[in-house]
């Protein structure tokens, strides 16, 4: 049964921005399988919840990978998706994600700092050395709020946006993302959804100049999520 907008919880909405849950597998804009993405199905939700003739203007200001979850802001306005760019382009838009990763990294919590190159055709991405030609920087912090082995609940800060860039950077330090099948290798854990969720985003509004702080929780029901206390651990502030 194909997504429509009424499947997309809303969080928050005023005349900016409107702020979103991003279910599991549905592309943040149209991709080449034509399958309904949140852009335009809020397209669809703005025209028929006010009654908008002919086209809708929703910025996207930031995506999340097709199989990953969680909440996201949209632009209502041109004026609120250009602030809202600068914001990231500046660093003052903060992205806070879980991950339930197949193995324990060695390190309780750390920085990983990688170049990423993205094979276009096989949209695959690896680890390259910094002189390999469109190789962008790819930084992360990690923490590891907690430990069912071989499983363990990462609280990840992320700081760059790069095309799978989380799966790609915990994979290589030989902790995938349960049932991540494009990274995982011999590591990979089945499970219904890529256990990888956004859960945080922290940014200034665009014309009240006001910190907005909006979580969202993955379904703690679900193998692995419930396998974790998440609950506790969304209240718990990385530092």
């Known amino acids: 049964m194909a997504v429509t907008y009424h499947d997309i919880p809303i969080i928050y909405e005023d005349n900016h921005i409107i702020v979103v849950v991003k279910p599991f597998n549905v592309p943040s804009q149209e991709d080449a399988s034509k399958d309904p993405d949140m852009l335009s199905l809020l397209k669809d939700y703005l025209r028929e919840t006010y009654a908008k003739q002919g086209n809708v203007y929703l910025g996207l200001v930031h995506r999340l990978d097709r199989p990953t979850g969680g909440v996201m802001v949209f632009a209502k306005t041109s004026k609120a998706a250009e602030r809202l760019c600068e914001s990231i382009t ?124 909006f979580r969202a929780f993955p379904d703690d029901t679900a193998f692995p999520w419930s396998e974790f206390d998440i609950e506790r651990h969304l209240s718990i502030k990385m530092n």
């Open 90 to 213: 500046s660093g003052d838009f903060e992205k806070r994600y879980f991950a339930v990763l197949s193995d324990v990294p060695r390190e309780k919590r750390g920085r990983l700092e990688n170049y990423l190159a993205k094979d276009e055709v096989k949209n695959i991405v690896s680890v390259v050395p910094m002189t390999v030609k469109g190789a962008k920087q790819a930084v992360l912090d990690y923490k590891i709020l907690e430990k069912k082995e071989p499983l363990c609940l990462a609280d990840i800060h992320l700081y760059t946006g790069r095309s799978h860039q989380i799966r790609v950077q915990t994979a290589y330090i030989g902790c995938p993302i349960v049932g991540d099948q494009k990274y995982a290798g011999k590591k990979y854990i089945r499970a219904e959804h890529l256990a990888l969720w956004s859960t945080e985003i922290k940014f200034t509004h665009p014309t009240k100049k006001e910190v907005m702080v």
